[in-house]
T-cell receptor
């Protein structure tokens, strides 16, 4: 079984500042993936960043980076130089291994203020 | 490429009515999924398919049926709609990394907002 916990239902940040969204997970899989998806007001689910659990190096995508702590089962998302367009719901998810499915957390609503 | 498309985008039903949601993908993905999204609940898996002609139950399958007659299409049916099925429904697809079931990034459709009165 897999579980994903996002302990921050809502967060806010000023434009151009840095914010970190928390995610902890639990899985019995030995070879799994971790994801952050963004859902803006348009409702579209957009992949932000992906991490393969067997890789120690933290994934980065432009202003987005993760802090992957495998032993602690923690997968936080850091957004640098926040922009108004980053305002969205952010979902952490895990999947892979023998599991065809992704398990999602309940989401963190991030608001970027001008 | 259109990616993953869903039809319709919005629908209002009366209790007891039936309907089918259509999901189509043009990425030749093996795996397809149906989720529902409710406030404060994240995304919950309804049913999924690991290939043409196959379907399996997810986390919340009751009241729904699915079919995957063609690789590119995945249909979600509600035989007798109930107000508890008011939700936003997302379809997703992903490719198989290798034989044995490893799956990777899921690509989502734009969603269907369904209201059951």
């Amino acid at each position: 079984a897999q579980t994903v916990t996002q302990s921050q239902p809502e967060m806010s940040v000023q434009e151009a500042e840095t914010v970190t969204l928390s995610c902890t997970y639990d899985t019995s899989e030995s070879n799994y993936y971790l994801f952050w998806y963004k859902q803006p007001p348009s409702r579209q689910m957009i992949l932000v960043i992906r991490q393969e659990a067997y890789k120690q190096q933290n994934a980065t995508e432009n202003r987005f980076s993760v802090n992957f702590q495998k032993a602690a089962k923690s997968f936080s998302l850091k957004i640098s130089d926040s922009q108004l367009g980053d305002t969205a719901m952010y979902f952490c998810a895990t999947g892979g291994g023998s599991n065809y499915k992704l398990t999602f957390g309940k989401g963190t609503l991030l608001t970027v203020n001008p | 490429n259109a990616g993953v498309t869903q039809t319709p985008k919005f629908r209002v039903l009366k209790t007891g009515q039936s309907m089918t949601l259509l999901c189509a993908q043009d990425m030749n993905h093996e795996y397809m999924y149906w989720y529902r999204q409710d406030p404060g609940m994240g995304l919950r898996l309804i049913h999924y398919s690991v290939g043409e002609g196959t379907t399996a139950k997810g986390e919340v399958p009751d009241g729904y049926n699915v079919s995957r007659l063609k690789k590119q299409n995945f249909l979600l049916g509600l035989e007798s709609a109930a107000p508890s099925q008011t939700s936003v429904y997302f379809c997703a697809s992903s490719y198989e990394l290798r034989a044995g079931g490893h799956t990777d990034t899921q690509y989502f459709g734009p969603g269907t907002r369904l209201t059951v009165l």
